[in-house]
Each structure stands twice: as C-alpha cells, then as structure tokens.
C-alpha cells in the first residue's frame, strides 16, 4: 500500500514524513518536484510481547510506504501533484494549525478548514474533469455500445454527487459498478485521513483555529481526523528510550502521535496483521480484513499458498495471558484451520502445505 502525503507548502508534511519513516529529507523546499518516499514502521505491542518471549535473531513489524508529495499551490497549477496523488491507494493530508512565525504561511493565514478545502477541492475538480471528458466521448462516439450506456450512467452519477461537494468513496456502488469503474483511479475514491499539525500550546489547550468547522467538514466527508504537534514529535523522537518515556509520562501521553498516525493510517485502509514467531524472526503480515487462510500464507510464499494443507491457529490474547505456546496447547486452545479460514487480527499462524 502506497500512502500520498498531501498538503499546501510550509504544513509540517516533510517533518511528519521524517517522523514515520525516519528518513532526513529536506524540509522547506518549496517547489520541490520530486516526492520523498520511505518506508514507515506500524507500532505494534504485541510484536513487542512475542520478541521478548521468543528472544528472535530478528524482529520484523507490518511496514506502509509512504511518499511525501510536495505542497500544492493551486493557483500554479497542479498537474504534477495530481498525477503523484494518482499513484497512491491512500491520502494523508496534512493540514497547518500551528503558529510559526519563522515558517510563512503560504497564504499568510493559518486557517485550516481554508485550507482542507483548497486542497480537496483541487481533488474534486480532477475527479469532475476526468469524469466530464469522459462522458463527452461516450455521447460524442459514432455507436454506443450497451457496456458505455451503462458506464454513462454510472459517471453521471458520480459527477452530480461531485458537483454538490461530495466524494465519490461515499457513493455506494454495487461490485458490478465498482468493476466498471477500476481503471480509472478517482482521486475522491481514495481513503482519506487528516492530520492537523498543533503546536503546543494549542495541543495543551486542545483547541485551534477553525477547529469545530475542521471537524464537522471531516465529518461530512467521511474523513478520519487526527491532531499531531509535529514540534513535539521532533524532540520526543532525539531523546534516548529511557528520557523518552519520562518526558511522555510528564505530559501524560501512552504513544507518540506518529504512533497513532502509523496506527490509524493501518486501520482506516481495513488493514490488520497475523504473526509469525519462531527463534529465527518473529514477523507481522500485513492482509486485508476478510483474508482467507490460504490468501494469507501466500503473502509468507507463493509455494505455501499453493501447497496449503492447513493453518496452526494460536490467538494472541491466548499466549499473552498463559505466557507460553505450551501453556496453550495444555488448554487445547491451539486450532487447525482450512484455507476458507478467516485470518483475524492478532492471529499467530504456522502454516502446513506440501509441494
């Protein structure tokens, strides 16, 4: 899964980008063409429970790749940022709240809900122009095939949903609908989620400018809604484990916001993870929900997809309440499953196949 990092110039979007990925890409470039892209490790306590226990040569967490896009100034045109958005199974749209004197505001107003606008109206008007051209050949073809009839109906749909300022992931459309549509990678389809980037004080006093508008456009839209204090994040990350736990106990936080970011991002896409463990590596698997046990193992090996005898089942609940998988097996709470088996979160899973 490929996560688009969005938003206008000088939002803190490099910096939450650095963050996730712990990467060291340069910040304040304005103009920048290029997008940044990096990988980002999910926090997951459960790995950290199965590595203490199994003492692994190697640890492995689920990982999301993420590409820092750079900051949209509409009025410049924003085909290149379009065409980079396209690209994504995700959006991450990072919006500014914070006050910074030394960093400009591209429009010299911190106003957010301006501003989670200005971009995702920039979304909206591609979606419409996309949809516009294409309904335009269909009408304007010499013969209208049966299947573009249907097509047609479809898109004008879409772009009467649009034109009232929706988007097209709240439409609900049938399997057949949604096979129809797949090769056209609509920017409003996409799964979104909103980070406000706070400064402190803002995030002491757990307010900001435009907050209620904020929420209540998040809402409508069906965008999930996170605030971050990107300043914060920044120091928590160069202190040592050990002065970073005092520091978050003082401030009375479990998990940093990049956690809760990497976390969220992980959930709203419907993703969850199964575990593999062993003295070699204890590894998370990143799936969709609703999985099935033999799509599963062929994310491990194709040869173990295509060979699936049966799954060896332990919960995760079940080892970390008994402390051992041999205390599981004394419960008879260790469970052999077939390949129709839906892999739940959390599972630890050893795959029998044969080939």
Not at 36 to 62: C, E, H, W
Request: overall charge negative; glycine content about 6%; charged content about 30%.
């Amino acid at each position: 899964m490929k996560i688009g990092l969005v938003g206008l110039p000088g939002v803190g979007k490099t910096t939450i980008f650095n963050l996730l990925t712990s990467t060291k890409a340069l910040t304040g470039t304005y103009g920048a063409k290029e997008a940044n892209v990096g990988m980002a490790k999910v926090p997951d306590k459960r790995i950290d429970f199965l590595s203490q226990l199994y003492k692994p040569k190697k640890t492995t967490y689920a990982q999301i790749e993420f590409v820092d896009i750079a900051g949209v100034v509409p009025e410049s045109g924003a085909g290149k940022f379009l065409e980079q958005v396209r690209d994504c199974d995700a959006i991450v749209h990072v919006v500014r709240a914070f006050n910074n004197p030394d960093v400009p505001h591209v429009n010299n107003q911190i106003n957010p809900v301006k501003d989670l606008e200005t971009v995702d109206t920039e979304l909206l008007f591609a979606d419409l122009e996309l949809i516009d051209k294409r309904i335009e050949r269909i009408k304007t073809g010499k013969k209208v095939k049966k299947e573009q009839l249907e097509e047609l109906g479809i898109l004008e749909k879409l772009y009467q949903h649009l034109e009232n300022g929706g988007d097209i992931r709240q439409v609900d459309l049938t399997e057949e609908e949604q096979k129809t549509l797949k090769t056209y990678s609509f920017l409003t389809e996409k799964p979104k989620l909103v980070v406000i980037n706070v400064d402190e004080e803002q995030m002491k006093n757990n307010d900001y400018p435009t907050k209620q508008e904020v929420v209540d456009f998040c809402k409508n839209k069906e965008m999930a809604l996170i605030e971050i204090c990107g300043q914060l994040e920044v120091e928590i990350q160069e202190l040592s484990e050990e002065d970073k736990q005092i520091f978050m106990e003082d401030l009375n936080i479990k998990e940093t916001g990049i956690e809760r970011l990497a976390k969220k991002v992980y959930e709203h896409l419907g993703l969850i993870s199964f575990f593999t463990v062993g003295e070699d590596e204890v590894k998370a698997w990143t799936i969709k929900k609703d999985t099935v046990a033999k799509k599963a193992a062929g994310k491990i090996h194709s040869d173990i997809e295509r060979g699936f005898i049966r799954a060896e089942v332990v919960k995760f609940k079940d080892i970390y309440e008994l402390g051992s998988m041999a205390k599981v097996r004394e419960q008879g709470l260790f469970r052999l499953e077939g390949k129709e088996y839906i892999v739940e979160d959390g599972d630890i899973i050893n795959f029998r196949f044969n080939v």
